[in-house]
C-alpha cells in the first residue's frame, strides 16, 4: 500500500488492524474531511491524503459516517473488453442500496463510457444489481480507468481498478449517395437537430421498472441478407464529389418493402415515429438503459407506451430517411453509446448464476 507521505505526517489519519472476521479488507482510516468519515481499504489500495482528506487511487473504498456499518459489496468486474462490446458488472450488497455508477476514462481523464446500475434481483435480504457499460466502436485499444461507485444514504464504496481495451478489426466500405441522398444527409435543418436531441434524450434517460428481458435477443428480420454490420468504416461520397466519413452504428439486412420486422426482445415501445434521416422508426426499452432501435420502415404496426414480446411483429421493411434500397437497419444503445448487436444473440443479458 502506499500513502503517498511519511506516515508520521498524516495527523488526520488513524490505522487500525481490523477484526479478524473482515478479512477482505486491511485498514480503517479516519478522515476528518470534508466531513468526519471511516474508510476501510482493502490489501491492494493505493492512495493519498491531504490534509485530511483521502484521494483514491487504486483498490477498493467504503466509506461512512462513525457509528454506522460501512457497505461491504461484492464485485463482478470484467478487466477487458474490446470495441463494440456490452459491458456487464454485477454488485451483490446484504445492504439496501440506492445507486450504482460506473464510469470508464483514459489516461486524460476524459470519460469513455458511463454506466447507470439497475437492481434486478433479491434473495434473503442480499440484493443484486446489473451495470451496463458500451463501449464505443471508434475507442482505441489501450489502457483506462474503470471506476464503480455504491451508495446508500451518506455511505459509498468505491473500486478503482485498471481496464484494458483490445484491438478489433471492422471493414470499410465506400457508399456513393444521389443527389436527393446528398442534400437530405448535409443540408442544414433545425428538424435535424431537434430529432438528434430529442433521440439521445431517450436513449440516456433509463427507466428504472423497464426490466422486461433477461435472456437473449433474436434476429428481427430472420434470413435477410447481411449487407452491412456494426462498426464498418464507411466513405460516403456525396454528389458533388466530395466525401465523408463515418462509423455504422448497427446492422443492415435487406428484404422487399413489406417484410415483417419483429421485435429482438421483450420491452416497452419508447418512440414510434417519422424522423428525417432515420425514416419511420421504433424504439424499444428493454432494460433500465438498454435499447433496439429499428429504422427506415415502411409501416409502423405499434405506438409508444405499448408493451412488447419478443418476436412480436412491429413493423415492416421499408426505405424511408436516407436509405439507398429496401432494407432494416438495427441498433442496440446502452445509455447513448452503440454496441454491437449480433454478441447479444448468443446468450442471455442478464446472467442470474453469478458466483461473486
Known amino acids: 500500500m502506499s500513502t503517498g507521505s511519511p506516515r508520521a505526517a498524516l495527523s488526520a489519519l ?42 483514491p487511487e487504486k483498490g477498493v473504498f467504503s466509506l461512512y459516517p462513525p457509528g454506522e456499518a460501512p457497505l461491504e459489496p461484492r464485485f463482478t468486474v470484467p478487466e477487458t473488453a474490446q470495441p463494440g462490446d456490452l459491458v ?16 470508464v476514462s483514459g489516461p486524460d481523464s476524459r470519460a469513455l463510457s458511463r454506466g447507470a446500475g439497475f437492481r434486478f434481483a433479491s434473495d434473503g435480504g442480499r440484493e443484486t444489481w446489473a451495470v451496463f ?9 489501450r489502457g483506462y480507468s474503470l471506476s464503480l461507485r455504491v451508495a446508500a444514504g451518506p455511505r459509498t464504496c468505491l473500486l478503482l481498478r485498471s481496464f484494458i481495451l483490445k484491438e478489433k478489426a471492422f471493414i470499410s466500405e465506400r457508399i456513393v449517395l444521389s443527389g436527393v441522398l ?20 431517450i436513449l440516456t434517460r433509463p427507466h ?6 433477461t435472456g437473449a435477443f ?15 468504416r464507411r466513405q460516403y461520397v456525396f454528389a458533388d464529389a466530395t466525401s465523408d466519413l463515418s462509423i455504422h452504428q448497427g446492422v443492415d439486412s435487406a428484404a422487399p418493402v413489406g417484410t415483417p420486422v419483429a421485435a429482438c426482445g421483450r420491452g416497452r415501445v419508447v418512440f414510434a415515429g417519422a424522423r428525417i434521416l ?42 424511408t430517411g436516407l436509405a439507398t ?28 448464476r453469478l458466483d461473486f
Not at 456487464?88 to 464510469?103: F, G, I, K, T
Request: proline share 7%; hydrophobic share 45%; aromatic share 6%.
Open 14 to 55: 488513524l490505522l487500525l488492524l481490523l477484526l479478524p472476521a473482515c478479512r477482505s479488507w486491511s485498514e480503517t482510516l479516519f478522515l476528518q474531511k470534508p466531513d468526519p468519515m471511516m474508510c476501510i481499504t482493502d490489501t491492494d489500495a493505493v492512495f493519498r491524503v491531504d490534509d485530511g482528506a483521502l484521494r
Open 88 to 103: 456487464r458488472l454485477y454488485v451483490s450488497s446484504d445492504q439496501p442500496l440506492d445507486s450504482v455508477a460506473v464510469e
Open 133 to 141: 457499460l458500451g463501449i464505443p466502436a471508434a475507442a482505441a485499444a
Open 182 to 201: 446528398t442534400e437530405l444527409m448535409t443540408a442544414p435543418d433545425l428538424r435535424k437537430t431537434a430529432e438528434y436531441r430529442e433521440l439521445l434524450r
Open 208 to 213: 428504472s421498472d423497464a426490466i422486461f428481458e
Open 218 to 232: 433474436s434476429v428481427p428480420l430472420p434470413g435477410a441478407r447481411r449487407t452491412a454490420g456494426y462498426g464498418d
Open 278 to 319: 432515420t425514416g419511420n422508426t421504433i424504439v424499444i426499452e428493454h432494460l433500465p438503459g438498454l435499447f433496439s432501435l429499428y429504422y427506415h420502415l415502411s409501416a409502423l404496426l405499434v405506438e409508444s407506451g405499448a408493451l412488447i414480446e419478443n418476436g412480436q411483429r412491429i413493423g415492416e421493411v421499408g426505405m
Open 325 to 352: 434500397g429496401p432494407h432494416l437497419h438495427w441498433e442496440v444503445e446502452a445509455l447513448g453509446i452503440a454496441v454491437d448487436p449480433d454478441a447479444l444473440l448468443l446468450g442471455p443479458l442478464l446472467d442470474k
